[in-house]
């Protein structure tokens, strides 16, 4: 008994063992990749003009522009092998808009003037903007 369930889970695996044909299967090899070339370059240049775009964004893109519709998994998978990475920057990208560059200006130019006794300083060092509760205890509504 238990040589025939060996020689039958031997026989499902390799099928071409009992015909003697000998094909590749078609599950073997890279999976073919999503984007067309095509695609992948409109990629590249959206990502030139827009470095800050986010992974969600460029997801929506592509399915509106392109009708594809790829995973997060599938998106980062594609922007990597294109060589393409998001790095966070020290400089907010806010900081080079000519309207928020004249206030910085300004109140750079102001601080001298401060007086010391009148700043407060807060420790944010411990915060966290997910601290909120999301679940909590109440009576159960009466009947």
Not at 50 to 72: C, F, K, W, Y
Not at 119 to 139: Q, W
Request: hydrophobic share 40%.
């Amino acid at each position: 008994m238990h040589r025939e369930c060996h020689m039958a889970a031997a026989g499902s695996l390799r099928p071409g063992l009992s015909t003697g044909e000998v094909v590749a299967s078609a599950r073997r090899g890279h999976r073919p990749r999503k984007l067309s070339p095509a695609q992948e370059a409109a990629l590249v240049a959206y990502i030139a003009t827009h470095p800050d775009i986010t992974l969600a964004r460029l997801q929506t893109r592509l399915a509106a522009e392109h009708g594809v519709r790829l995973s997060n998994g599938t998106m980062w998978d594609a922007v990597d092998r294109l060589g393409l990475s998001f790095k966070k920057t020290l400089r907010a990208a806010e900081q080079r808009r000519p309207d928020v560059a004249l206030r910085r200006r300004i109140w750079q130019a102001a601080q001298p003037f401060l007086d010391p006794e009148c700043l407060v300083f807060l420790d944010a060092t411990g915060l966290s903007t997910k601290m909120i509760r999301l679940y909590g205890r109440r009576r159960a509504a009466s009947a």
